[in-house]
């Protein structure tokens, strides 16, 4: 059913864009397979590794499928609007036969184009986005300090060992004070991941790497994971906290874990447990991997949540639909009560939809700045 699904665009755009066209009949069946193979892009990652979430394939081939696949998405929108067009024209008595035509090669070129640059700015290595945010009674010790928020980096055939020491090597050109990673940092095994991943182990920070887990993880083989990034130098925050001490004053980073915990087994976030023991009176960062609980962590007294997942919506437009699945929290900076929430747009993307139009990947440094009121 899940790939019946995605067949389901394919067929539209069959249908309604290209048995109109005055081309062979050879020509039509060509393409329509062509299409077709895009459109079960899933099923063809399923049938490489057993999953959805991680093709394992040769990157270019990954690159390829994603714009076959993103193009028909966008192809099956667009003639859903040429065929409300259309109909109004029809209902005004102004519709004709010839423009048409014209109008499904448009809109098919438009398609593919935003799609191949859709692709192209989903894998590049991301640009640098400076963002301060101030922090009731923050320690005088940590005026200024500087975190590195990394989120969503979808280590995988897509983005392999070369993507992720650029990374690497642009967060360390900044010289953060934390760097802090709020999960799905793969997609696939340990074996499969093992050689992408492994440039995460030069991260430096004066405070350290620390991680809370995502949903990818726990799709991926979570305790094998967790026990592998904790061997490259990551400090796994799962349900817990840790204390970070400047001269008299103290900063908490605490983390959760993921509601996809709940499919394997494992410990589903809990709040009340990561604060727990936790000094009185010290700033609470909360790593959480999804931004949709952004208010109970507000209610907890949390003073800066940092969150992924979204992937910032990815295209324009589509945020809105991502947001009503996250609590309205899609991207960039938002005021919840007293707490400050950052949703990092994802330093990668998800190898199963890589396409962005107007919501870039990002490798954010966050400045926090002391608010006395």
């Not at 090597?169 to 095994?189: F, H, K, Q, W």
């Not at 074996?191 to 887990?213: I, K, Q, T, Y």
């Amino acid at each position: 059913m899940f790939h019946l699904i995605f067949a389901l665009p394919w067929a539209y755009v069959v249908a309604r864009t290209l048995l109109p066209l005055p081309w062979a009949d050879g020509i039509k069946l060509t393409v329509a397979l062509v299409l077709l193979i895009g459109s079960q892009f899933h099923l063809w990652s399923r049938l490489s590794s057993g999953s959805v979430f991680s093709p394992e394939f040769p990157r270019l081939l990954i690159i390829l499928l994603n714009w076959l696949f993103g193009g028909i998405a966008l192809l099956a929108v667009f003639q859903i609007a040429l065929d409300a067009l259309r109909l109004a024209a029809t209902i005004a008595g102004i519709g004709g036969a010839a423009p048409w035509v014209e109008a499904r090669y448009a809109i098919a070129g438009v398609a593919f184009v935003l799609a191949a640059i859709g692709v192209w700015q989903a894998i590049g290595v991301p640009r640098l986005r400076k963002v301060t945010i101030t922090i009731r009674d923050l320690p005088e010790a940590f005026e200024g300090y500087t975190l590195v928020h990394l989120t969503d980096l979808h280590i995988s055939r897509l983005f392999p060992a070369n993507w992720s020491r650029a990374v690497v090597e642009a967060t360390n050109r900044l010289e953060p004070d934390l760097i802090v990673i709020t999960g799905d940092v793969i997609d696939g095994s340990v074996e499969n991941r093992r050689e992408g991943v492994e440039p995460l182990r030069d991260l430096r920070a004066r405070d350290g790497v620390w991680l809370s887990p995502g949903n990818h993880e726990y799709l991926s083989g979570y305790d094998a994971w967790m026990a592998h990034l904790a061997s490259l130098g990551m400090r796994v925050l799962a349900n817990t906290h840790a204390v970070i001490e400047r001269g008299k004053g103290a900063l908490v980073v605490a983390g959760l874990t993921d509601p996809s915990a709940r499919g394997v087994g494992k410990p589903l976030p809990d709040l009340g447990k990561a604060l727990d023991g936790a000094p009185s009176g010290a700033p609470v960062v909360l790593l959480d991997h999804e931004p949709g609980r952004a208010r109970e962590s507000g209610d907890h007294g949390v003073a800066l949540q940092l969150s992924g997942h979204t992937h910032g919506g990815m295209i324009v437009g589509l945020d809105r639909l991502v947001g009503r699945g996250n609590g309205g929290f899609v991207s960039g900076h938002y005021a919840v009560g007293d707490m400050a929430l950052y949703v990092n747009n994802g330093t990668g993307i998800w190898p199963g939809f890589a396409l962005r139009l107007g919501q870039p990947c990002e490798l954010t440094r966050i400045t926090l700045r002391r608010r006395t009121r």
